[in-house]
């Protein structure tokens, strides 16, 4: 019996280091498919995805636009025809994450930078500062 219960633990005490060697292996993997993208990522595919896209495109344009000139932005840039209320659904679907995109309050279907509010967050408090001397 004595020996059942120590070759029980023993297997456990395996299980337990197999449980992490192959966790690390995760790891590793994961580590090597990003920097596989990475290295690839340029030879693979020159055209950028649709939310860089408009990211793209707004950046150039340096304030808020509507989706339906971020369309045609994009047409012209990119040679991509993408209809308005399929960028809508790119841009609402990354707000709800909370990345790259904003919409503009009081102006429908119009979008902006996360970056900029962040940056106007910044700098309001600065300026409120500089004003109360």
């Given at each position: 019996?004595?020996?059942?219960?120590s070759?029980l633990?023993?297997?456990?005490?395996?299980?337990?280091?197999?449980y992490?060697?192959?966790?690390?292996?995760?790891?590793?993997?994961?580590?090597?498919?990003?920097?596989?993208?990475?290295?690839?990522?340029?030879?693979?595919?020159?055209?950028?995805?649709?939310?860089?896209?408009v990211?793209?495109v707004?950046?150039?344009?340096?304030?808020?636009?509507?989706?339906?000139?971020?369309?045609?932005?994009?047409?012209?840039?990119?040679?991509?025809?993408?209809?308005?209320?399929?960028?809508?659904?790119?841009?609402?679907?990354?707000?709800?994450?909370?990345?790259?995109?904003?919409?503009?309050?009081?102006?429908?279907?119009?979008?902006?930078?996360?970056?900029?509010?962040?940056?106007?967050?910044?700098?309001?408090?600065?300026?409120?500062?500089?004003?109360?001397?």
């Amino acid at each position: 019996m004595k020996d059942i219960v120590s070759l029980l633990r023993q297997k456990e005490e395996q299980l337990k280091l197999l449980y992490k060697q192959v966790e690390a292996l995760r790891v590793a993997a994961q580590l090597m498919a990003e920097e596989q993208k990475l290295v690839s990522g340029g030879a693979e595919s020159q055209t950028p995805s649709q939310p860089e896209m408009v990211h793209t495109v707004l950046a150039e344009k340096g304030e808020p636009m509507h989706v339906a000139k971020i369309a045609e932005a994009i047409r012209r840039k990119y040679s991509k025809r993408l209809k308005p209320l399929y960028l809508t659904s790119i841009i609402y679907r990354l707000m709800k994450k909370g990345k790259l995109f904003y919409k503009v309050e009081g102006k429908p279907n119009t979008f902006g930078l996360i970056e900029w509010q962040v940056s106007k967050t910044i700098q309001m408090p600065l300026e409120v500062s500089a004003g109360s001397r």
